[in-house]
Nanobody
Framework: QVRLVESGGDLVQPGGSLRLSCAASGSIFSIYAMGWYRQAPGKQRELVAIITSGGSTNYADSVKGRFTISRDNAKNTVYLQMNSLKPEDTAIYYC?????????WGPGTQVTVSS
């Protein structure tokens, strides 16, 4: 059994910053890719950023230059540093992690960007 827990979502003003965390726990032998997705009301879930076990990263065009994904393998944790936040970044953010050759979703954390 593998469990993912996100944290760090909040209400923030435009131009502000947030740092999301997602920690994996349970029967973990290997963690491969770790990523963040988001889903805004009335929209499909979309990839925000992903990081491989080797440290390679990929970002959605809409967040390039503003968001940074990183991971701490010793803590089985992935982070998403979000800067220069915009109202259109408002969504539920989900971590998506490949553990032991299976993919798991976290329950999500709400990010709201509003003045």
């Amino acid at each position: 059994q593998v469990r993912l827990v996100e944290s760090g979502g909040d209400l923030v003003q435009p131009g502000g910053s947030l740092r999301l965390s997602c920690a994996a726990s349970g029967s973990i032998f290997s963690i491969y890719a770790m990523g963040w997705y988001r889903q805004a009301p009335g929209k499909q879930r979309e990839l925000v950023a992903i990081i491989t076990s080797g440290g390679s990263t990929n970002y959605a065009d809409s967040v390039k230059g503003r968001f940074t994904i990183s991971r701490d393998n010793a803590k089985n944790t992935v982070y998403l540093q979000m800067n220069s936040l915009k109202p259109e970044d408002t969504a539920i953010y989900y971590c998506h992690v490949e553990v032991n050759d299976s993919w798991y979703w976290g329950p999500g954390t709400q990010v709201t960007v509003s003045s």
